[in-house]
Nanobody
Framework: QVQLVESGGGLVQAGGSLELSCAAS????????MGWFRQAPGKEREFVAA????????YYADSAKGRFTISRDNAKNTVFLQMNNLKHEDTAVYHC???????????????WGQGTLDSVAS
């Protein structure tokens, strides 16, 4: 079992930046691949980024490429999502997720955080 707590969300202007963090506890963090997902009002949840246990492998949704960076610090049991050049359409509740082992091929994760709201003004 792992517990995930996101933080860092807030209200920003278009073109601004936010860094989200997700602190994990309850198990060995380095055993888990991590992902970030988001759900905008009226839309389905979508994949944003994923990172392998070691941090050596990363994947991004097309909407995130070139603007967002996922990283992790296993010594601090934390995964980050640096978001730059934010757009209004990035407004969503962002969730981090964990899976024991590598990045899941089917997109399923075992544990989820409660989410943090990123609101980008138009």
């Amino acid at each position: 079992q792992v517990q995930l707590v996101e933080s860092g969300g807030g209200l920003v202007q278009a073109g601004g930046s936010l860094e989200l963090s997700c602190a994990a506890s309850g198990d060995t963090f380095s055993r888990y691949s991590m992902g970030w997902f988001r759900q905008a009002p009226g839309k389905e949840r979508e994949f944003v980024a994923a990172i392998s246990e070691s941090g050596c492998t990363r994947y991004y949704a097309d909407s995130a490429k070139g603007r967002f960076t996922i990283s992790r610090d296993n010594a601090k049991n934390t995964v980050f999502l640096q978001m730059n050049n934010l757009k209004h359409e990035d407004t969503a509740v962002y969730h981090c997720a964990a899976r024991a082992g590598g990045i899941p091929t089917n997109g399923r994760y075992d544990f989820w955080g409660q989410g943090t709201l990123d609101s980008v003004a138009s």
